[in-house]
């Protein structure tokens, strides 16, 4: 049963360039979140999505976006990309019934 | 807005003495989460509570849940050298699934 999978695993971007990060749940897992963490710093919640829709939202501008799939992937979209999106982005999966999140490996952006 | 603050933020421990870590929380929530991460790695799940006066274990940590006093421990026995990492507690909204993390505590375990 593979986990929460994320690509790419790294990446290193160009200031005002987009980059669109990706993210297979855990089997059986219906719910995509996002995180951002930035060094020595707690993950901040980015958006969530179920049903393919975005669901709940945190405090983010709108050149963070995203998309779910039929299948229950997901996209990070970000554009205009600034110094300070330099991050480790985190997808998180959950099945909606349950309780237990689970966290993928992550993609690290470095803005340049 | 749901707040969630750790303390401490760094602990250095003994091998083989007993620690706390603590969580606090501003508003009703009925999942918290702590998660373990290690250096350059993701979050890796510790414990789910989901309701007051829950208490799990597993090896040499221990989380408990006071839903009343919004706080959360985890406990750690006989420290390892293996436990050095860093410890986040998360919670949950009422009803939803977004987490608020706090600010983590880095553990370091000296002999």
């Known amino acids: 049963d593979a986990g929460v999978t994320q690509s790419p695993t790294h990446l290193i971007k160009t200031r005002g360039q987009q980059v669109t990060l990706r993210c297979s749940p855990k089997s059986g897992h219906d719910t995509v979140s996002w995180y951002q963490q930035a060094l020595g710093q707690g993950p901040q919640f980015i958006f969530q999505?179920?049903?393919?829709?975005?669901?709940q939202r945190g405090n983010f501008p709108d050149r963070f976006s995203g998309h779910q799939f039929p299948n229950y992937s997901s996209e990070l979209n970000v554009n205009a990309l600034l110094l300070g999106d330099s991050a480790l982005y985190l997808c998180?999966?959950?099945?909606?019934?349950?309780?237990?999140?689970?966290f993928g490996e992550g993609s690290w952006l470095t803005v340049v | 807005e749901l707040k969630v603050e750790q303390n401490p933020l760094f602990l250095s421990m003994q091998e083989g003495k007993n620690y706390t870590i603590y969580c606090n929380y501003s508003t009703t929530s009925d999942r918290l989460y702590w998660y373990r991460q290690d250096p350059g790695k993701s979050l890796e799940s510790l414990f789910v509570l989901l309701s007051n006066g829950a208490v799990k274990q597993e090896g040499r940590l221990m989380a408990s849940l006071d839903t009343k006093a919004r706080l959360s421990t985890l406990h750690i026995t006989a420290a390892v050298h293996d436990l050095s990492a860093t410890y986040f507690c998360a919670v949950a909204g009422s009803n939803d699934y977004k987490l608020s993390f706090g600010a983590g505590t880095t553990v370091t375990v000296r002999a």
């Open positions: 998180a999966s959950l099945y909606r019934s349950g309780n237990t999140i689970y």
């Open positions: 999505y179920y049903e393919e829709e975005e669901r």
